[in-house]
């Protein structure tokens, strides 16, 4: 009801934070709560509305369209006119509306009709227009911590407990259980209260997993998680971290990611992080793959959680990747330069005749089967995109690239 009783974004409403100020002094404007479920998005909007004495419509943007809002507002439209009251509405899962339905609030965000609150879990840079995202501010909630969502369900029982209790080991697995989600948190301690019957006074931990079965764990394969989790696993590979490259692996599967994904990905990594540095990584990758699509879930899953782990150990070179890079940079600076004379292709008389393939060298014909000559236009002959590393295999690589030059030196 007041933000005394509000557990949570201490960073959000400490006495100096603009936010908290802005709730004091009756300054509130349109804003968006961004964060995990469960964490107060709604409750801290109602707690608002009722400290800044503003009428409070909420609204979810699953169950409602357009026409249900500007009902709304032509309501707020009239009660700020003839009574001087200002109307807050709250739209849930605010990234529901496609852009052209969030247009429809610019107007009456500019003159003040309303001030709109949106709550949503999914990034507002990539799910809100940018003409809206610039009226509003966003405020970031974090998920709750342990402690938070102990001291609420706490206070639940103490108050909705029938005056029963909660046994400390209980409280303990459910507080870690909920994952910082304290809906999930409430939602259990209500069904273990039904479980446990009146007369039983204290609910033990028997009771909370009997009413959690099983947590699922936060997981949006299309949303902003997905990406942050696949990062995190490239990255943890890309750092040889195998600890923590199996443990997000593991948390994309248990949260339903399609296996298949992550291999491709992770085959991927193998071309982008370790190249050439070390070879057999690519088709260890790609046998996890056809071992996955062979097996099934789960005995294939171990295959692609086996290429995680190699490709965390093995040796990292990221030279082939920035060759790639630098061949295109080229081509799109250069254009398309001609193929030079000598190594093009003379099928016909004609083509013979007009100089195709005049002066190529065939290499076998040469000492250590090198003849030396160029093979790049002559805009770019002595262009150097790829430089093997001193990394694993490339090592020996770099020491052949070492010797081609030598024999090219003697050759010219």
Same mark, same amino acid.
């Given at each position: 009801?007041?933000?005394?009783?509000?557990?949570?974004?201490?960073?959000?409403?400490?006495?100096?934070?603009?936010?908290?100020?802005?709730?004091?002094?009756?300054?509130?404007?349109?804003?968006?709560?961004?964060?995990?479920?469960?964490?107060?998005?709604?409750?801290?909007?109602?707690?608002?509305?009722?400290?800044?004495?503003?009428?409070?419509?909420?609204?979810?943007?699953?169950?409602?369209?357009?026409?249900?809002?500007?009902?709304?507002?032509?309501?707020?439209?009239?009660?700020?006119?003839?009574?001087?009251?200002?109307?807050?509405?709250?739209?849930?899962?605010?990234?529901?509306?496609?852009?052209?339905?969030?247009?429809?609030?610019?107007?009456?965000?500019?003159?003040?009709?309303?001030?709109?609150?949106?709550?949503?879990?999914?990034?507002?840079?990539?799910?809100?227009?940018?003409?809206?995202?610039?009226?509003?501010?966003?405020?970031?909630?974090?998920?709750?911590?342990?402690?938070?969502?102990?001291?609420?369900?706490?206070?639940?029982?103490?108050?909705?407990?029938?005056?029963?209790?909660?046994?400390?080991?209980?409280?303990?697995? *459910?507080? %870690?259980?909920?994952?910082?989600?304290?809906?999930?948190?409430? $939602? /259990? &301690? =209500?069904? !273990? *209260?039904? %479980?446990?019957?009146?007369?039983?006074?204290?609910?033990?931990? $028997? /009771? &909370? =997993?009997? !009413?959690?079965?099983?947590?699922?764990?936060?997981?949006?394969?299309?949303?902003?998680?997905?990406?942050?989790?696949?990062?995190?696993?490239?990255?943890?590979?890309?750092?040889?971290?195998?600890?923590?490259?199996?443990?997000?692996?593991?948390?994309?599967?248990?949260?339903?990611?399609?296996?298949?994904?992550?291999?491709?990905?992770?085959?991927?990594?193998?071309?982008?992080?370790?190249?050439?540095?070390?070879?057999?990584?690519?088709?260890?990758?790609?046998?996890?793959?056809?071992?996955?699509?062979?097996?099934?879930?789960?005995?294939?899953?171990?295959?692609?959680?086996?290429?995680?782990?190699?490709?965390?150990?093995?040796?990292?070179?990221?030279?082939?990747?920035?060759?790639?890079?630098?061949?295109?940079?080229?081509?799109?600076?250069?254009?398309?330069?001609?193929?030079?004379?000598?190594?093009?292709?003379?099928?016909?008389?004609?083509?013979?005749?007009?100089?195709?393939?005049?002066?190529?060298?065939?290499?076998?014909?040469?000492?250590?089967?090198?003849?030396?000559?160029?093979?790049?236009?002559?805009?770019?002959?002595?262009?150097?995109?790829?430089?093997?590393?001193?990394?694993?295999?490339?090592?020996?690589?770099?020491?052949?690239?070492?010797?081609?030059?030598?024999?090219?030196?003697?050759?010219?």
């Amino acid at each position: 009801r007041s933000l005394e009783e509000f557990s949570g974004q201490e960073h959000l409403l400490a006495k100096e934070s603009g936010l908290r100020k802005a709730i004091d002094n009756d300054a509130v404007t349109s804003m968006i709560f961004w964060g995990p479920p469960g964490t107060g998005k709604t409750t801290l909007a109602n707690i608002i509305a009722n400290m800044t004495g503003c009428r409070f419509i909420s609204m979810s943007a699953v169950s409602v369209g357009i026409k249900d809002v500007k009902a709304v507002i032509e309501e707020a439209r009239e009660r700020l006119k003839y009574k001087g009251r200002k109307t807050i509405l709250f739209l849930d899962e605010i990234h529901r509306f496609n852009k052209a339905q969030q247009d429809a609030f610019l107007p009456h965000l500019e003159n003040g009709t309303i001030i709109l609150i949106g709550a949503t879990t999914e990034n507002p840079s990539f799910e809100i227009n940018a003409a809206l995202l610039s009226r509003m501010r966003v405020f970031v909630l974090k998920a709750l911590t342990t402690e938070d969502i102990r001291n609420i369900l706490k206070r639940a029982v103490e108050k909705n407990g029938g005056g029963r209790k909660i046994a400390d080991d209980a409280l303990e697995f *459910l507080a %870690l259980m909920s994952n910082g989600d304290a809906r999930f948190a409430l $939602n /259990t &301690i =209500e069904f !273990a *209260l039904r %479980l446990s019957g009146s007369s039983e006074k204290e609910i033990d931990k $028997n /009771t &909370i =997993e009997e !009413a959690i079965q099983k947590k699922a764990i936060m997981y949006d394969r299309n949303g902003e998680e997905h990406y942050n989790i696949m990062s995190a696993l490239h990255k943890s590979v890309r750092g040889s971290d195998p600890q923590a490259a199996l443990y997000w692996f593991y948390r994309m599967i248990e949260g339903g990611e399609d296996p298949l994904y992550i291999a491709r990905r992770v085959i991927r990594m193998a071309s982008e992080d370790i190249g050439l540095a070390d070879p057999s990584a690519l088709t260890l990758c790609m046998s996890a793959k056809e071992a996955y699509v062979m097996l099934g879930k789960p005995e294939g899953i171990l295959a692609i959680a086996e290429a995680v782990v190699y490709l965390s150990l093995a040796p990292k070179s990221n030279r082939l990747y920035t060759a790639s890079h630098s061949v295109q940079d080229e081509i799109r600076k250069s254009g398309p330069l001609p193929v030079p004379m000598h190594i093009r292709n003379a099928p016909t008389k004609l083509m013979k005749e007009l100089g195709y393939s005049d002066g190529y060298k065939y290499d076998h014909d040469y000492k250590n089967g090198y003849s030396g000559q160029d093979h790049l236009p002559n805009e770019i002959a002595k262009a150097v995109y790829y430089t093997p590393s001193q990394y694993g295999y490339e090592n020996e690589l770099l020491k052949r690239v070492e010797y081609l030059k030598k024999l090219k030196s003697a050759a010219s």
